[in-house]
């Protein structure tokens, strides 16, 4: 994925500061170097300040231009401790306890995110999935009016077998496994957002199901007819069809025949899957069979940008989500 593809420096927009949890992570190091480098954004790595500086020697790194800011001996610290206990008082914590949590890179990262001395915060590569999304709820929080946190790949079709070049978004593929009516609503609508920072066109969003405008009738048809209504009613001029099946909504000459009454015609960009079986089969196949580049997952209905890695990440990995999570910002 290149610089042009993410469309990062468009409309000659300021780079934004994306803060990386796992700083000491040489994967993280090389990611960080390269996006620095290439202007995609400001980077700072978190941990030991000598154990980064040594990983960056080894692996003949240069860090000019790269803030390094390490919990055990920051400035901030003393302030972030107050904070995270202010955040979290109510539920418990003390200062002492926040004091010693405060030191872990992953809750300092996401505090330099809550206090705005960074427009995006990546965790993931040591961190587990769930310390990562735990973390960015205590501290990031939701954004008013939604309640659930969700995700979603971004999905680019280059290949030179793939008759049109496009990017789609494809959600929830990796944190709400069964979602209800109203999940699946916020999780198309966060989609919906997404993809107006992510695709270079207007949002055409298509909420799967194995039935097609009424063709079966059963309990997860409905589920997802009533997800269609609420997104329907949350955003009345959005381009979306549902219930629909996948054939309907990507084929134009299948969707005229199935649904001729179509928003999207066969040309869905946002694709919602209606729960996590199938969005995490449905980009694996697309991924593996299809010969798409599969990027994320990508968090969203957070208040600022926070994301995941896997730990099985390449720097390759780190500097795509670098750029993502800058476009979010």
């Known amino acids: 994925m290149n610089n042009s593809l993410l469309s990062i420096k468009k409309n000659n927009a300021p780079l934004r500061n994306i803060v990386l949890a796992e700083g000491e992570d040489a994967r993280v190091i090389e990611a960080a170097v390269r ?149 699946l609503a916020e999780i198309a609508i966060a989609s919906t957002e997404s993809a107006k920072r992510m695709l270079d066109e207007e949002p055409r969003v298509a909420m799967l199901s194995f039935s097609t405008n009424g063709s079966a009738n059963h309990e997860l048809v409905d589920k997802v007819r009533e997800a269609t209504r609420l997104v329907k009613q949350a955003l009345p001029d959005l381009a979306i069809d549902g219930e629909i099946q996948l054939d309907a909504a990507i084929v134009p000459s299948i969707s005229a025949h199935k649904m001729p009454d179509s928003k999207i015609k066969g040309r869905a960009n946002v694709l919602i899957f209606p729960d996590l079986n199938a969005a995490n089969i449905g980009y694996k196949l697309t991924q593996r069979f299809g010969g798409a580049k599969a990027i994320g997952p990508i968090m969203q209905g957070l208040n600022k940008p926070a994301n995941d890695l896997s730990r099985g990440c390449s720097a390759e990995d780190v500097y795509n989500l670098i750029g993502l999570t800058a476009m979010q910002a």
């Open 35 to 183: 996006a620095t480098s290439d202007e995609l954004a400001h980077c700072t790595l978190v941990g030991n300040r000598e154990v980064i500086q040594s990983s960056a020697r080894k692996a003949g790194l240069n860090l000019d231009g790269i803030r390094i800011e390490d919990p055990a001996t920051s400035a901030l610290t003393t302030q972030y401790a107050a904070s995270l206990h202010q955040l979290r008082a109510t539920k418990g914590m003390t200062l002492e306890q926040a004091s010693q949590l405060v030191k872990d890179p992953l809750h300092f990262a996401d505090l330099m995110l809550q206090a705005g001395e960074a427009d995006g915060s990546i965790a993931g590569a040591q961190y587990t999935t769930g310390d990562r999304v735990r973390t960015a709820l205590q501290i990031i929080g939701v954004t008013p009016g939604f309640k659930t946190v969700s995700s979603f790949m971004l999905m680019v079709f280059d290949a030179d077998h793939h008759e049109i070049k496009q990017r789609m978004i494809f959600s929830d593929c990796a944190l709400v496994v069964n979602p209800t009516a109203e999940q």
